[in-house]
C-alpha cells in the first residue's frame, strides 16, 4: 500500500501508484494490494494513480472483491480536493 488518506482519524481512501499497468503480473501485484488494505482497513474507496490509465475496473483476486479506480497522475493532481 503506497498511501492512506484519513479523516477524522478514519480510513477515507486508499491509494497505489504505478507508472503502468500494461504488464498483468505488475497489474495484478497493484490490485492485489489495494484488496488486502481494503479488507484490513474496511476501506472501499480504492485507487490506483497511473501515468495515462483511466476508468473504474470490478475485481475479483483470491477471493477479495473491490471496486478500484484509475485515474492518471496530472488529473489527479489537478483534481480539486477538500
Known amino acids: 500500500m503506497d498511501f492512506v488518506v484519513l479523516e477524522n482519524g478514519k480510513v477515507r ?7 503502468r499497468l500494461d504488464d498483468e503480473k505488475t497489474r495484478k501485484r497493484e490490485f492485489l ?6 479488507k484490513r ?3 472501499k474507496n480504492l485507487t490506483v494513480i497511473t501515468l495515462d490509465e483511466e ?10 472483491k473491490g471496486r478500484i479506480k484509475l485515474i492518471p497522475l496530472v488529473k ?5 480536493r477538500p
Open 13 to 19: 481512501e486508499l491509494i497505489q501508484v504505478s507508472l
Open 33 to 38: 494490494a489495494l484488496l488486502h488494505a481494503s
Open 41 to 43: 482497513l474496511k476501506c
Open 55 to 64: 476508468g473504474v475496473e470490478d475485481i475479483s483476486l483470491y477471493g477479495m
Open 76 to 80: 489527479w493532481l489537478l483534481d480539486s
